[in-house]
């Protein structure tokens, strides 16, 4: 009696099955992946600059809108003894980048901040290759204010360069005078404003390192990823 085995009819099928199969799967797999992988290299940046940050602040406080040195004073007093600094960005294309303004939205609406300006921010990599971009002053109407905001691109020049994947806004906070600490942008928005400002249909995402904070550091349907 012979053995009875599959014919190449049911082969091919069966081969066609799985392959639809893995199409349906593996881009859902990878996104989870992708989701998951953004969310540990923003919790690594701001545990950094979190503990960057607090020596920085024990030690030399936060000066005043009045005592701000140069942007290449500041970070050279309050921000290099307590970081590891690979390279720093004289510009946008030692950045790696293609423009001076790399950044977009999920809507695809170009972001108008400039990646390198030596005259307000600092711009620099680490050696795990997150690209920071610390600002110590903002111009505001005809004068000058301290200016607490961070972003951090957490794979430099890589890309997607969008707001909410690879590029998140932090601040830093003076938290009644008790010490500095570093927070996702926007972190006193209420759950409906973070809802309205970080959805699927907003395309904005400067707070959407604050809603996956709220989230339980995680990235849910509602995200606009």
């Known amino acids: 009696m012979k053995d009875k085995g599959f014919t190449l009819a049911e082969i091919l099928i069966t081969l066609g099955i799985i392959g639809v199969v893995a199409a349906m799967t593996i881009p859902t797999l990878i996104t989870n992946y992708q989701k998951k992988a953004s969310v540990t290299k923003l919790q690594k940046a701001i545990s950094i600059l979190n503990q960057a940050y607090k020596l920085s602040f024990d030690e030399l406080g936060e000066p005043a809108d009045s005592d701000i040195p140069s942007a290449a004073a500041y970070f050279k007093t309050y921000w290099a003894p307590y970081l590891k600094v690979a390279t720093y960005c004289e510009n946008y294309i030692t950045c790696g980048y293609k423009s001076e303004k790399p950044?977009?939205?999920?809507?695809?609406?170009?972001?108008?901040?400039?990646?390198?300006?030596?005259?307000s921010r600092i711009t620099?990599?680490?050696?795990?290759?997150?690209?920071?971009?610390?600002?110590?002053?903002?111009?505001?109407?005809?004068?000058?204010?301290?200016?607490?905001?961070?972003?951090?691109d957490i794979n430099g020049?890589?890309?997607?360069?969008?707001?909410?994947?690879?590029?998140?806004f932090l601040t830093r906070?003076?938290?009644?005078?008790?010490?500095?600490?570093?927070?996702?942008?926007?972190?006193?928005?209420?759950?409906e404003e973070l809802s309205t400002h970080c959805g699927k249909f907003s395309g904005l995402c400067f707070c959407c390192a604050e809603k996956i904070r709220r989230d339980g550091w995680q990235i849910d349907k509602s995200y606009p990823w």
Do not use: C
């Open 103 to 119: 950044f977009y939205t999920t809507g695809n609406i170009l972001v108008n901040t400039i990646v390198v300006d030596t005259g």
């Open 124 to 152: 620099f990599y680490t050696p795990d290759g997150f690209l920071y971009v610390i600002f110590p002053t903002g111009r505001y109407m005809d004068s000058y204010k301290s200016n607490p905001n961070i972003i951090v």
């Open 157 to 168: 020049q890589a890309g997607p360069n969008i707001i909410g994947k690879d590029v998140f």
């Open 173 to 191: 906070v003076n938290e009644d005078n008790r010490g500095g600490s570093i927070y996702p942008l926007y972190k006193d928005l209420t759950n």
